[in-house]
């Protein structure tokens, strides 16, 4: 007979620092790195955002897109940046499905809960990706947790393979 089992964390704050004991293990640069996402986050600074994360990009090596197109894709972008916040601990989901259809990343944070929407900069930019988190009321479904409700959007060149800009604003959800 075979055994299995799920090991989960108790909380968000057990879920944290285990989190963190692994990025320190891991080295300085991606502990620091780490830090100044997570403050950018607590401190609702997510214009500093787009300044780690075209940092992160651009150190992806060039190599790594040689003989395929997956700089052409979103969900690359949006792996990378699920990538790094997943690290952090937070209660994430990408494609979060809504009655009007899907948030790219939604993230809930002990106070406030972020909705991120990813374009690729032939497909729109960062501002059409905050119309559509707005357009599509997605703050509608995080209501009942009573908590702010920010709105992000993120654009990415696949030619150059980075972040072009990121735009972010406080929303205050239809009731409908």
């Known amino acids: 007979m075979r055994r299995a089992y799920e ?94 259809g899907r948030i790219d990343l939604s993230i809930t944070m002990p106070d406030k809960i972020l909705l991120i929407e990813f374009k690729l900069n032939t497909n729109g930019d960062a501002n059409s990706a905050l119309e559509q988190i707005k357009a599509k009321n997605y703050a509608q479904k995080f209501i009942k947790q009573n908590k702010p409700i920010y709105a992000i959007g993120i654009s990415f060149d696949p030619i150059n393979r980075n972040v072009v800009d990121l735009i972010s604003q406080q929303l205050k959800p239809l009731i409908e």
Do not use: M
Not at 20 to 32: P, Y
Not at 61 to 74: G, L, Q, S, T, V
């Open 7 to 100: 090991l989960t964390y108790p909380n968000l704050e057990v879920k944290s620092s285990l989190n963190e004991c692994l990025i320190n293990a891991i080295g300085d640069n991606q502990s620091q790195t780490s830090q100044r996402i997570n403050l950018a986050l607590v401190d609702n600074q997510f214009e500093q955002l787009q300044e780690i994360l075209t940092s992160h990009f651009a150190s992806i090596p060039h190599d790594w897109y040689r003989n395929n197109k997956i700089a052409e894709y979103e969900g690359f972008y949006a792996s990378v940046v699920y990538s790094y916040f997943t690290a952090l601990g937070y209660d994430l989901v990408a494609e979060d499905a809504t009655n009007h």
